[in-house]
Nanobody, 127 residues
Framework: VQLVESGGGLVQAGGSLRLSCAAS????????VGWFRQAPGKEREGVSC????????YYADSVKGRFTISSDKSKNTVYLQMNSLKPEDTAVYYC?????????????????????WGQGTQVTISS
């Protein structure tokens, strides 16, 4: 299982970015994919996750209405569209995959205990 993030960068507050998480070694139907972020001096937090098999998604309150998670199974890639970005969104963003999280999400339960992780991509929002 390998995950590679891309799409990070520096944008002004109010701007947008789209992060990509290219997956290999597994198919999206069999794993939940989540986006996490970690800001300097803060704990890692779960931002959003998706079950590509049935389209179930979840968003943390801090990003609800501004971020959209989606998947393209033909490309085995999960995206995180981030709009109306704020300086407090500045962090390293990681994608991760997990089988148990898939079953939990399908059942309406969100768990952030993921097994497989990408290397992260930096997102910096200037005020």
């Amino acid at each position: 299982v390998q995950l590679v993030e891309s799409g990070g960068g520096l944008v002004q507050a109010g701007g947008s970015l789209r992060l990509s998480c290219a997956a290999s070694g597994f198919t999206l139907d069999l794993y939940a994919v989540g986006w996490f972020r970690q800001a300097p001096g803060k704990e890692r937090e779960g931002v959003s996750c998706i079950s590509s098999s049935d389209g179930a998604t979840y968003y943390a309150d801090s990003v609800k209405g501004r971020f959209t998670i989606s998947s393209d199974k033909s490309k085995n890639t999960v995206y995180l569209q981030m709009n109306s970005l704020k300086p407090e969104d500045t962090a390293v963003y990681y994608c991760a995959a997990d089988r148990r999280a898939l079953f939990a999400l399908r059942a309406g339960v969100v768990t952030w205990d993921y097994d497989y992780w990408g290397q992260g991509t930096q997102v910096t929002i200037s005020s």
